[in-house]
């Protein structure tokens, strides 16, 4: 019969774990709190409890709340899934039911962009705020990055997790994560439409890419492609060679500056997070008519649609149409690339649809959770 733990044990346990968490020295807290070192080790051992009244100041300085505190989660599973795409990386820590506890997001993680150290200091951050007082040895973790299976970066991210103490740990590339919340276990394509774009079929739990070689080599339908086209059409029409289109006064207060032109440094300083920030003024101006802007959206989906097409190839033949599932920031409900797209392949045999589960929850399926 298993002992139940009291609630001195239940804060001890609590405390010292989040202290660590936390990166803080017993004397450190004590300072903090007007106690002496020694009376932390003793809350810390199970061996007194601290007075009711400092409870509420203890929290606050470890972060979290009363509640979290007392509470025993020392003999449940929790499931936490990381999504770290090109603009930003979301957390997520869900108990044994699927319910999510707490989630946050930071900044990107992608370590192409911003290196690894940074990348696993966003980790470590997201880590630790997430999790509170759960224990890690609780805990499976999956964490899906843009960026995090290229050379050495897996290894190194892996290494990082391996040392946290989860019960189970493992890493992989956003994708993963796009491809579980959108398919499942189910055949089909996944296509993923963010800062970068990448396109999937999925059979029998095997994955196979079509595209997404990154924006030197060409994004269609990514977010960087749809803003870089804006950008030109801008520039285009503000030096002559252009048509005229509803981007110019669009891009130009975007930019904040009194001509596009102006702001051609900043562009380049600013990488393809800032040029991607620019799409959705390609897509409002489609929405209200501008022809620039409806040549160019077709003609970006208009590749999405080959490597969809590319997909097919890898999954068996059938009479049926093919799920094809859209996921990504840039891809909504009512969304105007989805319909698009459906434009564009309305003649053949697919079933186009928009994922409807944030790319979180895949992170949180691989990590385990039902």
Not at 56 to 68: F, G, M, V, Y
Not at 146 to 164: D, K
Not at 252 to 258: A, D, Q, V
Not at 285 to 297: C, Q, S
């Amino acid at each position: 019969m298993q002992e139940t733990k009291s609630i001195v044990e239940i804060i001890a346990r609590n405390i010292r774990t989040r202290r660590k968490e936390l990166k803080m020295t017993q004397s450190e807290l004590a300072e903090l709190l007007g106690y002496s070192a020694k009376a932390v080790s003793k809350w810390e051992s199970g061996a007194g409890a601290p007075p009711t009244l400092t409870l509420p100041r203890l929290a606050q300085i470890l972060q979290t709340n009363l509640d979290s505190l007392m509470e025993d989660t020392s003999d449940q599973m929790f499931y936490l899934g990381i999504d770290g795409g090109g603009t930003k990386t979301e957390f997520a820590l869900a108990d044994p039911k699927g319910n999510i506890i707490k989630s946050i997001c930071l900044g990107t993680s992608n370590p192409n962009d911003i290196g690894i150290e940074n990348t696993l200091n966003v980790l470590r951050a997201g880590i630790i705020e997430v999790c509170g007082n759960v224990q890690k040895s609780n805990i499976s973790v999956f964490a899906g990055l843009a960026g995090g299976t290229t050379a050495g970066i897996y290894e190194q991210i892996s290494t990082f997790l391996s040392r946290l103490g989860f019960a189970q740990a493992q890493n992989g590339s956003d994708a993963m994560n796009a491809i579980s919340a959108s398919l499942g276990d189910a055949d089909g394509i996944s296509v993923i439409m963010g800062t970068g774009s990448v396109t999937f079929a999925q059979v029998s739990g095997k994955a196979y890419r079509v595209g997404g070689y990154g924006y030197l080599l060409g994004d269609a339908g990514s977010g960087f492609s749809l803003g870089r086209e804006a950008i030109l059409a801008a520039l285009c029409f503000e030096d002559g060679s252009g048509e005229e289109t509803l981007l110019y006064d669009a891009v130009r207060k975007k930019c904040g500056t009194e001509s596009v032109l102006g702001s051609l440094g900043n562009f380049y300083s600013g990488g393809k997070r800032e040029i991607a920030q620019y799409a959705p003024l390609l897509l409002h101006a489609y929405a209200d008519g501008d022809k620039v802007a409806g040549r160019i959206l077709y003609n970006e989906l208009t590749k999405v649609a080959q490597t969809v097409r590319g997909a097919r190839k890898h999954l068996p033949d059938t009479s049926a149409p093919i799920p094809v599932v859209l996921c990504g920031s840039l891809c909504t409900k009512d969304d105007i690339i989805y319909r698009a797209l459906c434009d564009i392949m309305s003649n053949e045999a697919y079933s186009i649809s928009l994922c409807e589960r944030s790319l979180i929850f895949g992170a949180l399926r691989l990590a385990g959770m039902k």
